[in-house]
């Protein structure tokens, strides 16, 4: 049997086309299929739509940079207004307001970015012995080569013949095995990766002073401290970044996803004011960079989100659905019908300790998407869904799971 020609990631590549749910529209954190069914979209498509789905806002500001001009690189001797400006806005809102912001368009694109950036830096600081790269299990960077390789989530790394050398996996929240490994490798050590939360690994929190350590064993080591914030950019946490969330400063933060909501691809790389004054001491060029790097059509999505986002308080709006999941995910703890929850923000998984696909097919069938992770389901729902949507994934859920 011949197969459609789409080939899905993240799916069984036997899967018919038809068995796939056809979304077709979607406004605020409701979205539609072509068989007329509507959705709590809980997930935020996939952990991105920050300001809710059919902004006009957004179309208008896509609208009106497509009818100056669509695109144009930004490789010497090029620059637009869009990204420039949009590299203003974003490092002030970040740790790093006298930072530098370098762009691309997938998250993926960020984590090699940054990779490579890590590297550079200590050779530019005349380390260059400095390529180990220290990661966490149960993190995602995504899919890229560098991402593939920085991968905590085991499955994903197998099958693809030959990574990239020279990273070490640590236990999650093992600050012990980090420090043993940064007294091993300390002046090899380039730097350390993760998530603030880990978002695809399953919601993970990290335990209380966990960053902060790790923070300090980079500055002990001479390492660069990178958080990817692909997921918790952009008030997903209640503040702009994770890391302020948590109280550290990274040296590089990557992020994509919520920085448009997904009206168009963008991502990036955030560079503290140190890093960028060693990698303005580059000899020439700087030898790296993306087609899509700058692309103005996307970074005008990306200024209109971050304003829509600053505009409607959406971070403080972040602390406010947490607080009104969490109510609901206690009450259901309380009565055993989860076995735990965990998150910050609007960023959250609920553990059933049993098969929670089941669980997530049902919710669909009740019109609530959410993601499977293990025996958890997350939830990333859009900051802007209201209290009623909400109360209607609780009450969908408390019903699935006095179903089983
Ligand atoms: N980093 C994190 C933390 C992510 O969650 C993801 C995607 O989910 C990525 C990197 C990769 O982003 P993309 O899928 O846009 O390449």
């Given at each position: 049997?011949?197969?459609?020609?789409?080939?899905?990631?993240?799916?069984?590549?036997?899967?018919?086309?038809?068995?796939?749910?056809?979304?077709?529209?979607?406004?605020?954190?409701?979205?539609?299929?072509?068989?007329?069914?509507?959705?709590?979209?809980?997930?935020?498509?996939?952990?991105?739509?920050?300001?809710?789905?059919?902004?006009?806002?957004?179309?208008?500001?896509?609208?009106?940079?497509?009818?100056?001009?669509?695109?144009?690189?930004?490789?010497?001797?090029?620059?637009?207004?869009?990204?420039?400006?949009?590299?203003?806005?974003?490092?002030?809102?970040?740790?790093?307001?006298?930072?530098?912001?370098?762009?691309?368009?997938?998250?993926?694109?960020?984590?090699?970015?940054?990779?490579?950036?890590?590297?550079?830096?200590?050779?530019?600081?005349?380390?260059?012995?400095?390529?180990?790269?220290?990661?966490?299990?149960?993190?995602?960077?995504?899919?890229?080569?560098?991402?593939?390789?920085?991968?905590?989530?085991?499955?994903?790394?197998?099958?693809?013949?030959?990574?990239?050398?020279?990273?070490?996996?640590?236990?999650?929240?093992?600050?012990?095995?980090?420090?043993?490994?940064?007294?091993?490798?300390?002046?090899?050590?380039?730097?350390?990766?993760?998530?603030?939360?880990?978002?695809?690994?399953?919601?993970?929190?990290?335990?209380?002073?966990?960053?902060?350590?790790?923070?300090?064993?980079?500055?002990?080591?001479?390492?660069?401290?990178?958080?990817?914030?692909?997921?918790?950019?952009?008030?997903?946490?209640?503040?702009?970044?994770?890391?302020?969330?948590?109280?550290?400063?990274?040296?590089?933060?990557?992020?994509?996803?919520?920085?448009?909501?997904?009206?168009?691809?963008?991502?990036?790389?955030?560079?503290?004011?140190?890093?960028?004054?060693t990698l303005e001491t580059v000899d020439g060029l700087l030898r790296t960079g993306y087609?899509?790097?700058?692309h103005p059509t996307c970074a005008a999505a990306a200024i209109r989100n971050i304003e829509?986002?600053?505009?409607?308080?959406?971070?403080?709006?972040?602390?406010?659905?947490?607080?009104?999941?969490?109510?609901?995910?206690?009450?259901?703890?309380?009565?055993?019908?989860?076995?735990?929850?965990?998150?910050?923000?609007?960023?959250?998984?609920?553990?059933?300790?049993?098969?929670?696909?089941?669980?997530?097919?049902?919710?669909?069938?009740?019109?609530?998407?959410?993601?499977?992770?293990?025996?958890?389901?997350?939830?990333?729902?859009?900051?802007?869904?209201?209290?009623?949507?909400?109360a209607t994934v609780l009450d969908a859920l408390t019903e699935v799971l006095s179903n089983?």
């Open positions: 049997m011949s197969h459609h020609p789409l080939l899905h990631p993240f799916a069984s590549p036997a899967t018919p086309e038809a068995d796939f749910v056809d979304i077709v529209a979607g406004s605020g954190a409701v979205v539609s299929d072509s068989r007329g069914n509507d959705y709590i979209d809980a997930l935020g498509s996939l952990w991105y739509c920050q300001v809710g789905h059919g902004r006009t806002e957004m179309r208008d500001a896509i609208v009106a940079q497509l009818d100056s001009i669509a695109a144009y690189n930004v490789f010497d001797p090029f620059t637009n207004a869009p990204a420039a400006r949009l590299a203003e806005m974003i490092v002030e809102i970040s740790p790093h307001p006298d930072g530098r912001v370098f762009l691309g368009t997938s998250g993926s694109e960020a984590i090699d970015t940054v990779l490579k950036i890590a590297r550079l830096t200590h050779r530019l600081r005349g380390d260059d012995d400095r390529q180990i790269v220290i990661t966490r299990t149960g993190g995602y960077h995504g899919t890229n080569f560098g991402g593939t390789s920085a991968q905590g989530i085991a499955l994903n790394r197998e099958g693809w013949g030959d990574l990239v050398p020279h990273f070490i996996e640590v236990p999650s929240d093992d600050i012990e095995a980090l420090a043993r490994v940064f007294s091993k490798h300390g002046p090899r050590i380039a730097a350390f990766l993760t998530e603030p939360v880990q978002g695809a690994g399953g919601v993970v929190m990290p335990a209380d002073g966990y960053l902060a350590s790790a923070r300090r064993l980079c500055d002990q080591h001479g390492a660069l401290l990178i958080a990817d914030e692909v997921i918790c950019g952009f008030g997903r946490t209640g503040n702009w970044f994770g890391s302020q969330t948590f109280g550290v400063v990274p040296d590089l933060i990557t992020f994509a996803k919520g920085v448009t909501s997904g009206y168009l691809p963008l991502s990036g790389v955030i560079l503290s004011r140190e890093v960028s004054a087609t899509y790097s700058g829509l986002i600053r505009d409607e308080n959406l971070c403080a709006r972040a602390d406010h659905i947490g607080q009104g999941l969490s109510a609901g995910f206690a009450a259901m703890r309380e009565d055993g019908q989860i076995d735990s929850y965990r998150g910050v923000g609007a960023l959250w998984a609920v553990d059933l300790g049993a098969d929670a696909a089941s669980a997530r097919a049902a919710l669909l069938d009740r019109g609530v998407i959410v993601r499977v992770i293990g025996t958890a389901l997350a939830m990333c729902p859009p900051l802007v869904i209201t209290d009623v949507q909400v089983r």
